[in-house]
Nanobody
Framework: QVQLVESGGGLVQAGGSLRLSCAAS????????MGWYRQVSGKQRELVAA???????NYADSVKGRFTISRDYGKNAVYLQMNSLKPEDTAVYYC?????????WGQGTPVTVSS
């Protein structure tokens, strides 16, 4: 079992920044990747950014150049630095961990960007 706890969401004005954190605990053997999805009410959850255990990053086109994902392997944590935020970034952000054959999710942290 893997437990994920997010923090760092909140309300920010357009152009501002936020840093999301996700602390992981539990059995992390065979972890393949960690990252972030986001979801707007009534829409499908979409991948925002991911980082694999060999250090490869993947970003949604809509956040490239603005968001940066990073990991602290010692703390089993993953972070999402979000800069130049736009109102369309408003969503609930979910941390995930991809362990072979299963995805684990955090409880979500809301991000609201006002115009």
């Amino acid at each position: 079992q893997v437990q994920l706890v997010e923090s760092g969401g909140g309300l920010v004005q357009a152009g501002g920044s936020l840093r999301l954190s996700c602390a992981a605990s539990g059995t992390m053997i065979n972890l393949r990747a960690m990252g972030w999805y986001r979801q707007v009410s009534g829409k499908q959850r979409e991948l925002v950014a991911a980082i694999t255990t060999d250090g490869r990053n993947n970003y949604a086109d809509s956040v490239k150049g603005r968001f940066t994902i990073s990991r602290d392997y010692g703390k089993n944590a993953v972070y999402l630095q979000m800069n130049s935020l736009k109102p369309e970034d408003t969503a609930v952000y979910y941390c995930y961990a991809d362990v072979v054959s299963r995805l684990y999710w955090g409880q979500g942290t809301p991000v609201t960007v006002s115009s």
